[in-house]
Each structure stands twice: as structure tokens, then as C-alpha cells.
């Protein structure tokens, strides 16, 4: 069996930097690339596939690249498909949907045709190389193996994904309230903070929700690997499972959890309800006594604490319903901060309009996309301690 393979990282669109740095700290440093379409690609065993399933924290799946060609006609794509070294990675029995195909400004556009043909291609060379007769279907009552087709201007990729369901599904989450926050992208708002670099100082969520920022911060600052309470793909895949020392790379993991760190990570809501799903939640990421939740409206929070980091997803006119409430909301967040003049402040909403009813303009901003819906993070540095 082929060791060492190309593996594509995938994340939402403005979080490719953030996935690619978690790359470079897990110990990829020296194949870890970014393209000219922004995706993140290293090399490694499938030990590193799996490590790279359990740690990243910011990505949404992990992939093989199992192929790379030019094709514009469904001839060329049928034949280099079928030259893929498929017997590498599908045992006879297996299950292998093609399960999505995307073409962007390519001559083959047909995305359903695509798939077939993909199919077609991959059962045929099955067939030749099992010596299985072509009158005779190929059983798939075996692990499945979900293949992807990608087509850029008539440069075809072919993926095997790894994880199955997408990696913010940690297994802690589960309740939620409406329109919430995906784990990785939660995730990855901390970590475009200052507070991961000192996770001793007070971390507020004034708007928590189901707790995903705390839930998300905590296991930041404890190490504690976002993968490690669920299932993967590959767990099924016999060929991959005998080269991938998952069961010891999760045992390291364990090991490597800081148990002992105390936190001062606090979550507010105005929604009793939404308090009891955060402790739920909580408790279901093993946190519990970790994190303090307390029902109160925004507008009450102060503290005498310094050098502190607030991260708020309030609601906005889509998930209110009134944007006269919202404006007021932004307003009143604007006066509850401003004292807090060492805390810094990240609120993440998609009104373009929030700086005005903040009233104050952010230091920096930075797009991201909840799903389909594109928001920004406002970010308001506090004043620096004086040492």
C-alpha cells in the first residue's frame, strides 16, 4: 500500500489561513500549501490523516486526493478516471458513492453526467482488476468510501473523504436554539482573538446561546482534541485502520489535555431556556464545573476585571424579526462595553450596519460565512496594561 499521500484540508472560505496554521503546529509545516483557489493541501501517512481528523479545529473535512487531470470531454474523464489506482483504495465488497460533483467554468458542466461517468469508470476498472465478469454488478454491501468530483476550468480533482460527517460536529451539541454558530467557525473567531496566547484571562459570552463559544473556548484553552468523542469514515476502512495507530493517537491526546487549568469562562442569555441547553451541552463536552452560565440580559453585565475578551454572535434582523430591536440591542451593547476599556471585544453579525448603532468603529474587521450567510467579525481592541 501507497504510504504517503496528498491530502486536501477543506474549510469555509475566509478560514484558510486559520486551518493551515493548525496544520503547521500539528507538525506539517513543510508540506502544508495553499493555492491559487485557496485551498489547503499536505502530505502524510494515514496516521496524519487521522491525527488531522482528531485536532483540527477550524476545518470542515479532511480528503485523499486520489487523483489530479485536465479533461473536456466526458472520454477523457471517463479514461483517466478509470486509470486511477482504485484497487488501492476500495476492497472488493466496498460501497463507493459518488457522492457530489461541482464544475465551475469547465466544458463538462453536467454535474449529474459527471457522476455517472465517474461511476461507470470506477466500477469498470473494479471489475478488471477483481476479475469480476461486466455482465454481473459489483456487490457494495462492504464500509463505504464517498468519492467527490471537482471540475475548475477543465481541471478535474477526485477525493475520497475521510471524515464523513463534517468535523464541527464535535458530538457535544445536542440541542441548539435557532440560526446557531457552527463549532469550527466558533472556533475559529477564538482563535483570531488574543485569548488563546493567555486563556487565564475572563472570557465573556453575553449572548451564549447553547454555549458553543464557551464550550469551543474551554476545549481550546485545555487542549483538548475537537475529535475526540466522535466517529470517522475511516474508522471503517480495514486497509487504512491497520496504518493509522488511531486508537494510540487518541490515548496521546488524552494525555496531552491540561485537566487541571482553571478558567474563568463565563456565558450569559437572556433566554432561560438557552442557559439550560449551554449546561446540557456542557456537560456532554465533559466541562462541566468549567464554565459558569447565568441567565441575565446583556445590558446587566459589568465587571471589575481587566484585560478580559468578550465574544458576542447577537441576533440580528434575520434571527429577530425586528430590526428596530436590533438597533437597539447594538446600541446598548455599545454603551455596556464601554467601559470595559482593557477587554477586547469580537461581535460577529452579518448587519453591515453595526459600527453606526455600536457607535464605534472597529479596529479591525474580517469576513467569514456562517453557511451560506456571509457575516463579519467586528474586533475592538482593549487598551494595553501598563507592565
Known sequence: MRRNFKIQATA???????????????????????????RVFFEGEPADIAKANLWLRTADRVKI??????????DELFNSVFNLDWPEFLPL?????????????????????????????????????????????????????????LINKDEVTILLDTTGESLF????????????IKENLAAAII????????????????????GTFCIEAAMIAKNI??????????????????NANFEALKKEAKLNEKSDLKLDIQGYDIDGRMVEIARRNTVAAGLKNVIQYKQMRL??????????????????????????????????????FRPLDTWSKYIITADEAFETYFENRATKKRKLYNGALKSNVYQFFGKRLKK
Not at 458530538?171 to 446557531?180: L, S
Not at 482534541?225 to 491497520?242: C, D, I, Q, V, Y
Request: aromatic letters at 10%; charged letters at 25%.
Open 12 to 38: 469555509s472560505a475566509g478560514l484558510e489561513s486559520l486551518v493551515a496554521r493548525e496544520l503547521r503546529n500539528l507538525g506539517y509545516a513543510e508540506s502544508v500549501k495553499i493555492d491559487d483557489r485557496s
Open 65 to 74: 486526493v486520489v487523483g489530479e487531470f485536465t479533461s473536456k470531454t466526458f
Open 93 to 149: 465488497g466496498s460501497s463507493f458513492p459518488v457522492a457530489k460533483a461541482k464544475s465551475v467554468k469547465s466544458q463538462l458542466h453536467n454535474e449529474p453526467t459527471i457522476q455517472a461517468i465517474t461511476k461507470k469508470a470506477i466500477v469498470k476498472r473494479l471489475q478488471q482488476h477483481y476479475h469480476r465478469p461486466e455482465s454481473l454488478p459489483l456487490m457494495e454491501n462492504g464500509p463505504e468510501y464517498s468519492i467527490e468530483v
Open 169 to 180: 460536529k464535535r458530538g457535544y451539541r445536542t440541542e441548539h436554539g435557532g440560526a446557531p
Open 191 to 210: 482563535l483570531l482573538t488574543t485569548w488563546p496566547a493567555n486563556p487565564l484571562r475572563p472570557f465573556v459570552d453575553p449572548t451564549c446561546g447553547s
Open 225 to 242: 482534541a475537537p475529535g475526540l468523542n466522535r466517529t470517522f469514515s475511516f474508522e471503517k476502512w480495514p486497509w487504512f485502520m491497520e
Open 299 to 336: 445590558q446587566d453585565f459589568k465587571s471589575d476585571l481587566l484585560d478580559g475578551v468578550i465574544i458576542s454572535n447577537p441576533p440580528y434582523g434575520e434571527r429577530l424579526g425586528d430590526e428596530e430591536l436590533v438597533h437597539k440591542l447594538y446600541r446598548d451593547m455599545g454603551e455596556t
